[in-house]
């Protein structure tokens, strides 16, 4: 073939008529060639000769460019296939650019631009949504899709759809409705998809998060007052009781002075109140009780520290103990953090307590102040005597039923050990004791009637000795799903705006870490992606400066998601290949509003440029 197609030019140029063509003829010539030629081309484009590469002496950018376009005109010689006749073209999903098969899910095409999608496997919509909008008969991919109330393009991180009847709207344009579920980013259904299934939406006082509308209240109180109140610790003290004890412990201080020689008057016995002796067969049940009644307790020569008869049960107690020490290990099916409400989360890791909290197989830590003991009783004691009702620190931001508190590790060394040894339960590394010092705390807390309870928390330290703007994260096991962490991520970052700095977090992350980083990381990137589609260019700069993350991340980002390429030695965004098909749940998530976060950075000697990457070293 290829000694074929050259032989007809060599006799047109060795002929005379061929010298006395006119140019435009050798144009026309050109452009008239045979089939065979122009196969033969293709043949030589699938083996390029050594002569066609660039010589040594060419610029190092410029055989880059000869080769990457040399591999896209391979490329596209391969995947170019004649059909033959009868034959139809196989549908090409827009996302994966896989071809349909015959065990894949069917295929959704779009309304508007026509595009196919894999409704389940790429845009990853859950079961119930995806079985809706296989029943549309009109459906708006990602790229194509708009506000059902203002029309205008959804590019923010407080979206929301309809699983129902699959519509969406801004987060400031979404009507009531209803989630059966309490986790952020559940299914949730419209007002006009409540009337069809016939559910009730009620009006409630108070508006939660706009990307994720709560249940109504009375769904609420049937889940507190159901399955939550089962987890709940149950306070069988009585008052009249109490009083007993109260009176028993009197009694023995009186018989502790008359046993020392500092009271002459002989400690009359106890006899019990009137509600005391209507409860005479609880008292008998118990044969503890009896074992510290004091009234008949003989007086000792000596000067006594303690009540002879607690001496002499301290004793045979410390002896049985010894005895039923056990070699195995204490809790060998884990240890359990049982925290505020009673809520039980396994430990994933050894604690770093001492004994006997480090032994015990279930720990239990007050919601407010996070003293923890090994004994429920002791934590019902505590929470009588304890007057915290928030973080020890000052409040920075407050939003949506959600608090932020600053605590300074060296002002509320004892609140900060504390919260580092309960974050030891979930976290490998962690921060103990001393070293808290050098760290501030940013405390995440729900609003409850109770109080703030807290639901998790990052560090951060004062002088980073690396460019870091988070060390430690972490979101307490019973309250996530909820969104919590992004939140804590968020913060993070603004916080290093009001700084005009940029960072990023405390390397090695964990695995947990690194699935919430990249979830942060794909929304904030798409959000901005959305928002600039009509744009001529982007940079990594401007990306940088409005979302404060670090370049080196989004660049990691966009090459771990396919949406950035690399052409001619020039990085390319793929805007509306790769970026706009993504689904509006990746950019879902809790946000910091700026307007309600009242923070000011500590004074820096230097004068930094906002228009310019700033880092923390």
């Known amino acids: 073939m290829g000694k074929n197609s050259t032989k007809p030019t060599s006799k047109a140029n060795s002929s005379p008529e061929g010298k006395a063509m006119s140019p435009m003829k050798t144009q026309l010539l050109d452009d008239q060639q045979t089939p065979s030629s ?81 409704i389940r496997k790429c845009l990853r919509y859950k079961e119930e949504f995806a079985t809706n909008i296989l029943k549309l008969n009109k459906w708006f991919c990602p790229r194509c899709v708009e506000c059902d109330s203002c029309k205008g393009y959804i590019g923010d991180p407080s979206n929301i759809e309809c699983t129902f009847c699959c519509r969406a709207w801004h987060g400031s344009c979404a009507p009531k409705g209803y989630s ?161 409400t009673g809520k039980a989360c396994k430990a994933i890791y050894s604690s770093a307590y001492e004994e006997p909290l480090h032994s015990s197989a279930h720990l239990y830590a007050c919601k407010f102040c996070l003293h923890t003991t090994n004994l429920k009783e002791d934590l019902i004691v505590h929470w009588d005597i304890c007057n915290a009702k928030h973080p020890p620190g000052t409040e ?125 990381w794909r929304s904030s990137l798409l959000c901005y992606i959305r928002e600039h589609r009509n744009y001529d260019r982007l940079n990594i700069k401007d990306m940088c400066l409005a979302t404060r993350i670090a370049p080196v991340d989004i660049v990691n980002q966009l090459m771990l998601d396919n949406m950035i390429v690399l052409k001619g030695g020039v990085y390319s965004i793929k805007i509306g290949k790769r970026a706009l098909k993504f689904p509006l749940s990746q950019c879902r998530r809790r946000f910091v509003d700026p307007s309600q976060l009242f923070w000011k950075p500590k004074p820096s000697a230097e004068r930094l440029d906002p228009t310019k990457i700033n880092n923390y070293v």
């Open 180 to 340: 059966p579920s309490g986790e952020f980013d559940s299914d949730w259904y419209c007002i006009a998809c409540c009337r069809v299934k016939g559910i009730k939406i009620w009006h409630t006082t108070s508006i939660s998060h706009r990307s994720h509308p709560s249940a109504p209240v009375k769904e609420r109180k049937t889940k507190r007052g159901g399955a939550a109140r089962k987890d709940e610790l149950e306070f069988e003290g009585d008052i009249d009781e109490l009083k007993d004890l109260l009176a028993k412990r009197d009694l023995t201080f009186e018989i502790l002075n008359y046993e020392a020689g500092f009271s002459s008057k002989k400690p009359l016995p106890y006899t019990p109140t009137s509600s005391g002796k209507k409860n005479k067969k609880k008292q008998q049940k118990s044969p503890v009780r009896e074992e510290f009644d004091y009234s008949n307790a003989e007086r000792s020569p000596d000067f006594p520290k303690v009540v002879r008869a607690d001496l002499e049960l301290f004793k045979a107690t410390k002896s049985e103990a010894y005895q039923q020490t056990p070699i195995f290990n204490p809790h060998p099916e884990g240890q359990f953090l049982h925290f505020g």
């Open 396 to 520: 920075i931001y407050r939003n949506d039923g959600l608090a932020f508190f600053e605590v300074d590790g060296a002002v509320q060394k004892k609140y900060c050990q504390d919260l580092c040894l309960i974050s030891k339960l979930f976290i490998a590394s962690k921060t103990l004791y001393d070293e808290v010092e050098t760290f501030k705390f940013y405390v995440l807390c729900e609003i409850t009637t109770e109080g703030y309870v807290i639901v998790g928390y990052f560090s951060k330290e004062k002088n980073p000795s690396k460019n870091n703007n988070l060390s430690c994260l972490l979101v307490l096991p019973m309250v996530q799903k909820m969104g919590y962490g992004r939140l804590l991520i968020d913060m993070s970052y603004e916080l290093s705006r009001l700084e005009m700095r940029i960072g990023h977090p405390e390397h090695p992350l964990s695995d947990l870490g690194i699935l919430a980083y990249r979830g942060y």
């Open 38 to 118: 122009s196969s033969s081309k293709r043949k030589n484009l699938r083996k390029p000769s050594t002569d066609d590469t660039p010589s040594s002496s060419e610029p190092l950018s410029k055989k880059n460019r000869l080769d990457s376009t040399e591999t896209a005109e391979e490329d596209n010689t391969r995947r170019r296939r004649t059909l033959k006749h009868g034959e139809v073209a196989l549908p090409v999903c827009s996302f994966c650019k896989e071809d349909q098969k015959a065990d894949d899910e069917p295929l959704k095409e779009c309304s508007e631009c026509k595009a196919k999608y894999h």
